[in-house]
């Protein structure tokens, strides 16, 4: 595991490598810690993970995000100690600020205030675009989930790896690995010990990925109407993109929304798909996917998000037009990747 290199000038921020990162959290008797607001199975998985073993050391612990108010519905079994708590319940000032998975403090959403009123802050995070905000920072963008990270942290802490903790970390990796199709032998590794600690891979894996009511597909047929294909872009490789509009976005569940750059991606002739999500009147935000060719993460980087080379996301304000308008000069001057 490395932290990465602490470039910003004067700031107080710093990387921390596993054995100081063990340090602050076995020191704090209260802590907090964040997912990333729309918490996905790595963000909120990794916060309960981490939260269960601080929790049975004896330290006064709570897990939340700054929205929505409830976790999606696919993951509030993960939470058996009752350790989410919703955002208002947050403490003001707390000792330790745990972040995990968020690649800058605005993507805490409300919560984003936590960073400067908490005692000290560690980042706990994966994303190579991860901003290094916080006292301390440990991050490693060659982990295919923060979930790996946080199984690292527990080992060097002697914690066990129950169950209910198996089942929290198996359920970031197998989201973040796209069902371990991303995912190198060391965290297939990872993954056979989870199973053999207990967990029922079918149980995990169909409700985060395989299970939709069936409005979805009445939702899914409106959005895939709004598809476009554009051969000529992303460098010539191809950019497929869709519009999940705000009437779609309040209807359905978190996991149905999210679900749709899943079926976008799989456009033969595009190596980019890009859904934007309507959030406000004119507030969008993006899923990113690349395929290998193009870093996205460079992309959203200029449209003033991040995360990895080939899954990243954005929030903009503006009419979807203009707003794809940057998205394709994004993608033109994205590296190309190896």
């Known amino acids: ?14 990387p921390v490598r596993l054995e100081e990162a063990v340090g602050v959290l076995t020191a704090a008797r209260q802590v907090v810690l964040l997912a990333h607001v729309n918490p996905d199975a790595d963000a909120l998985g990794s916060a309960l993970a981490l939260g269960l073993a601080l929790h049975r050391r004896g330290t006064e612990v709570q897990v939340s995000f700054g929205a929505p108010e409830r976790p999606a519905e696919s993951l509030r079994d993960l939470d058996v100690d009752g350790l989410v708590v919703t955002a208002d319940e947050v403490v003001a000032a707390p000792e330790l600020l745990v972040v995990l998975d968020t690649g800058s403090v605005d993507r805490l959403g409300p919560l984003a205030d936590r960073a400067a009123t908490a005692g000290s802050t560690l980042v706990i995070d994966h994303h190579v675009s991860n901003s290094g905000f916080g006292t301390h920072y440990y991050v490693d963008p060659r982990a295919e989930a923060t979930a790996v990270m946080v199984l690292h942290l527990l080992d060097a802490m002697e914690a066990p790896v129950d169950l209910p903790t198996a089942r929290c970390l198996y359920a970031g990796l197998v989201t973040d690995t796209r069902n371990f199709r991303a995912a190198s032998p060391d965290t297939h590794a990872m993954a056979a010990r989870l199973l053999v600690a207990g967990v029922d891979a079918e149980a995990v894996t169909r409700p985060l990925l395989d299970t939709h009511p069936f409005s979805w597909l009445a939702m899914l047929s409106a959005v895939l109407a709004t598809a476009r294909l554009e051969a000529g872009e992303a460098r010539g490789l191809g950019l497929v993109h869709a519009l999940v509009e705000r009437e779609h976005v309040d209807l359905g569940r978190q996991e149905e929304v999210e679900s ?15 859904v934007l999500k309507q959030v406000g009147e004119r507030r969008w935000t993006a899923n990113m996917r690349s395929k290998g060719g193009i870093d996205v993460a460079a992309a959203a980087s200029a449209l003033g998000g991040g995360g990895h080379r080939v899954a990243s996301g954005f929030t903009l304000d503006g009419d979807a037009p203009a707003i794809l308008d940057r998205v394709r000069r994004a993608l033109a001057d994205a590296p190309l990747l190896g």
């Not at 595991?1 to 710093?14: F, L």
């Not at 749709?260 to 890009?274: H, N, P, Q, S, Y």
Request: proline share 0%.
């Open 1 to 14: 595991m490395v932290a990465v290199d602490d470039a910003r000038e004067g700031g107080a921020s710093r």
């Open 260 to 274: 749709v750059i899943d079926v976008l991606r799989t456009t033969a002739e595009a190596e980019v798909a890009v």
